[in-house]
C-alpha cells in the first residue's frame, strides 16, 4: 500500500450504495485516502432517495455520476469494497477485497434508506480505522 491507501467501492449501479460509501469515506478521511467508486452495470444517474439521505448529513452528491468499473480502477487500488456485484470485478494479486452485504437501495424511499446509509457509515468509519 502506498502512503496514501486508494479504496475503490464498486456495485452494480453506482447510484447507491458506491456512491454513499465513497461520499463518507472521502468526508472522514479528509485527505488520508484516495476514494473512487464505480459499477459493473452503472444507471443513468444517482438514487434521488440516496442524494436526499446524504444532503441530510451534509454531504453534497448533486455533482456525482455513476461510473464504469475498469480493470485500471481496479488496478490502482489497495482495497477493493464490493457490495453485490458478484464477480464482475476483476482480481489481482495483492489486493485487499472486502465484501459487504448490503440492502441494495434502488426503488426505495428515503426512510428506507437511511438504515442502508447508517451501515455503510459504520462500515467505513471501520476501514478507515484499520488505515490508519
Known amino acids: 500500500m502506498s502512503d496514501v491507501p486508494e479504496v475503490l467501492f464498486v456495485c452494480v449501479h453506482n447510484a447507491g450504495r458506491s456512491q454513499m460509501a465513497a461520499a463518507?469515506?472521502?468526508h472522514h478521511?479528509?485527505?488520508?485516502?484516495r476514494v473512487t467508486s464505480a459499477g459493473s452495470e452503472p444507471a443513468d444517474r444517482i438514487n434521488p432517495a440516496v442524494r436526499e439521505v446524504m444532503a441530510e448529513i451534509g454531504i453534497?452528491?448533486?455533482q456525482e455520476f455513476p461510473?464504469?468499473?475498469t480493470?485500471?480502477?481496479v488496478a490502482a487500488?489497495?482495497?477493493?469494497?464490493?457490495?453485490?456485484?458478484?464477480d464482475a470485478c476483476p482480481v489481482f494479486p495483492g489486493k485487499r477485497y472486502l465484501d459487504w452485504e448490503l440492502t441494495d437501495p434502488a426503488g426505495l424511499p428515503a426512510d428506507r434508506v437511511?438504515?442502508?446509509r447508517d451501515e455503510i457509515d459504520a462500515r467505513v468509519?471501520?476501514?478507515l480505522a484499520e488505515l490508519g
Open 29 to 33: 478521511a479528509a485527505g488520508r485516502v
Open 60 to 62: 453534497d452528491l448533486s
Open 24 to 26: 463518507l469515506l472521502h
Open 77 to 86: 487500488a489497495d482495497v477493493v469494497v464490493t457490495m453485490g456485484c458478484g
Open 114 to 116: 437511511r438504515p442502508i
Open 125 to 127: 468509519r471501520a476501514l
Open 67 to 69: 461510473k464504469r468499473l
Open 71 to 73: 480493470t485500471d480502477a
